[in-house]
């Protein structure tokens, strides 16, 4: 996610706690750029936790198992 839709989910945020309030299609874009937020998030973690490789005392190393 670039800077700019951040800088946008922001403003957003901003103007939703000004009396004003936000427009139903403000409301929807502000939910929208959440989600993409949250997805990109969600998908940085995820390759940072597999990136992840433990190595026992005897030198071995192995991945975390992933979890249902």
Do not use: F, W
Request: proline letters at 6%; a positive charge; aromatic letters at 2%.
């Amino acid at each position: 996610m670039d800077q700019a839709k951040i800088d946008r989910i922001n403003a957003l945020a901003k103007k939703a706690k000004s009396p004003e309030g936000l427009t139903p299609e403000e409301e929807a874009e502000r939910a929208a750029l959440r989600r993409e937020y949250v997805a990109a998030y969600r998908e940085s973690l995820v390759a940072q936790l597999e990136s992840i490789r433990i190595v026992e005392p005897d030198g071995t190393k192995h991945r975390l198992p992933k979890k249902d």
